[in-house]
Every structure is written in C-alpha cells, then in structure tokens.
C-alpha cells in the first residue's frame, strides 16, 4: 500500500521515466536539416524564396545576419529586410548591404497601429511586399549556415509542409542564457513526442521557432498571419499551431548544423526576452501555470532533497532512496543527451536544479508582469491577453 508520503515520489518517477523514453526515442525522429548523406545541393528550384526579416536596434547582430544570407546560393531568391524604426545604426548597416547585393532590399518600417505589436506589424508589412512563393520568416540575431535555404525548400517539397521550422543552436553569452537555454532545449526535446506530433491534428503538439519559419505563401494566407495575431506576444508557436488547426502540414527539424541564434544582451535581457514568451506559451492560464511550477519543482529538487535528507538526517526510508536514486539517474541521463545534442556544455547537466529555479522565477515574472499589463520588449508595451483559469 502507497503512503500519502511516498505518492510525490510515484509521480516524480513515472514522469522521469517519460522524460527519458520521449528523449531516446526523439534522437531517432528529429532530422537535421543539413544532411550530409542527401545529395540535393544542385537541384534546381522554381520557386521564389522571400526571406522577410525585421530588425530593430541589431546593430550588434545584423552584419553578420546579412552576410550569411548573402552567401546562399538558392535562386531565386529575395531578401527584405525592414528597420522597423531603430535608433541605433542598423539601417545604416542595412544599406550597406542592400547596395552591394541586389537580392537584398531595405524597407522603412512605420509605426504600429493601435493595438499592433511591433515586431507583428514589422513582419506584416514585409509580407504585402514579398513576391515569394515560399515566406522565410527570420530574426535579426540570426545566423544560417551555407546551403541552409536550399535544404530547406528541398525538404519543405519533399514532406509537401505548409509551415517548416527547425529547432536552432542558441549561442549563450551570459549565465543566465547558459542555465536556461539547456532548459527550453530539454522540456521540448524530452517533453513531445516528435514521431507523433507530425501525425497528429493536436495544435498543442507542435513547436515553431522564430528565427526560422518557412511557410507556403498560400498556407500563411489561410493562417490570416501576422495579422491574425497582432497583439499574441507568441507569434512562432502561435503561427505554429494555427496550421496544425487548419489540417496543414507542420515539419520540425533539428537545425544546430544550420541555424545558429545569437544571445542576448547580458543576463537582464535575457531574462526580460524569455519572459515575455513563458505566460503566453501556456495561454495565459493560471492552472496550467500553477501545475507547470509544481511538477517542474517536484521533478528537479524532490529527489535531491530525498537522498541530501538521508545522509544529513541518517534516514532508512529505503523505498523511497530507490525512487529517488533512479529518479535522479534518469533526469540526469536525459538532460545530458539532450546537451551533448543541441551543444550546450555538458557541465550544465550538473546545474540542472538551478536553471529549473531561474525558470521558475522567470516564469513567476512573465505571469505577474501579464496580469498587471507591465511586460514590454524593445521601448514597447506588450498588450497582453486577460488571465484565464
């Protein structure tokens, strides 16, 4: 018979034991982008790739952005890039380029509408503008390897995906992003099942990344795009979800080999820059928040305190040092596959209970700073939606 003590640890370890399953088994059904076994570089193409990128104060990172979409070799191929009003030099960079390329072409950004949110109504306004048939929707942090678009339209035609993304490599350059990048990488990787997200119609079972969405112009329409979610802080997932609800085809893949983004500047930035997306990511729903912060607090620290406890107190609960003991083993082994895949240090794995707290308090600072209608990004006021229970 289970003590109402010990059921905490029952849970713990059949959610440990799913995180290390859907680990494992996700190492045989996520692709990399960048196959070196496919042979499909010099395959010709019809269709016009626009590459749609806003920029807002990335004076930092645009240089190097451009430049890597100056040195792929898809053709035909566009790239619209939009100041979306920066007050730093990064027009002046983008001009640069867009001389000396006539693929590249700078777009003056307008002020959003009421009830807009920049970066939607930045990438709205590339959209009226781009002639593609395929819309690559980038950030300005972000880095594409040589070949990148070309693989990209090749397998968006081969599994015929209305919406194409790829889970990127995140260059961390303070703490915090070395504590919480790891973290967003393992509760997606370890935490769906990838083999039968692509099966499934559930819009939940899906994932887009901003900084590289591939869509069919047509299948974008239907999503009534950025339009359609002008004041929903979560554009990519968001976007992502639509199109499972719509019945298209969504297709995720392993983009580290391809697809590199830039950190933030310093720890505060990227604590404020995660934290506009955590509360929206879960629909501004309190129990789900709530459940979130109790299973991810029980997982991390229950079986640490358990096996501290017993050797600080000398307890014999010898049970309950089992279930910890392979608790601990299975998180451990599922945070380390999941670094050594998506390239973050392997000594993150040992720090793994402190970035689980960083993300806890991110969390809590995403939810208050919604439901008092304080979060903002870039000198702008995100609108965000009522709390819901």
Not at 254 to 266: A, F, N, R
């Amino acid at each position: 018979m289970i003590s109402a003590s010990e059921i905490p640890h029952y849970i713990v370890i059949i959610s440990a034991v799913y995180f290390l399953i859907i680990t494992v088994v996700n190492i045989r059904f996520i692709e990399y982008l960048i196959d070196p076994n496919k042979k499909w570089i010099n395959e010709p193409s019809k269709d016009l790739v626009s590459v749609l990128v806003p920029a807002r104060n990335e004076e930092d990172g645009i240089s190097d952005c451009l430049h890597a979409l100056s040195i792929q070799t898809y053709d035909p191929l566009e790239i619209l890039i939009l100041d979306d009003r920066s007050t730093d030099q990064t027009a002046e960079i983008i001009k640069s380029f867009a001389d000396s390329d006539p693929r590249i072409k700078m777009i003056r950004g307008s002020e959003p509408p009421e009830g807009w949110l920049g970066k939607h109504w930045a990438c709205d306004q590339l959209y009226q503008q781009a002639n593609g048939d395929l819309l690559l929707f980038m950030d300005a942090d972000t880095i594409l390897s040589d070949g990148t678009v070309t693989a990209s339209v090749h397998e968006s035609n081969i599994r015929q995906a209305d919406l194409l993304t790829v889970m990127p490599q995140r260059i961390a350059t303070c703490i915090t992003e070395r504590l919480m990048f790891p973290f967003l990488d393992w509760i997606l990787f370890s935490g769906m099942p990838m083999a039968y997200a692509h099966r499934s119609s559930n819009q939940y079972l899906s994932a887009a990344f901003g900084q590289f969405m591939l869509f069919r112009r047509d299948a974008y329409t239907r999503t009534g795009g950025h339009a359609e979610i002008r004041s929903n802080p979560l554009d990519d997932f968001t976007l992502g979800r639509i199109i499972k609800r719509l019945g298209l085809t969504w297709v995720l893949y392993q983009g580290t080999e391809s697809v590199q983004t830039l950190g933030y500047k310093g720890d505060i930035e990227a604590f404020r820059g995660i934290s506009r997306s955590v509360f929206p990511a879960i629909n501004y729903r309190v129990s789900v928040f709530i459940l979130f912060s109790v299973i991810l607090t029980s997982l991390s620290f229950l079986p640490l305190a358990t096996l501290v406890a017993s050797v600080l107190l000398n307890q014999q609960a010898t049970e309950l040092l089992v279930l910890s003991t392979m608790s601990l083993g299975m998180i451990i082994i599922s945070w380390g596959i999941v670094c050594r895949k998506f390239k973050h240090s392997i000594l993150t794995v040992l720090f793994y209970p402190l970035s689980v707290a960083v993300i806890i308090v991110l969390a809590w600072h995403s939810f208050f700073t919604y439901t008092f209608g304080v979060a903002d990004w870039k000198s702008r006021r995100i609108l965000g939606k009522k709390t819901r229970l």
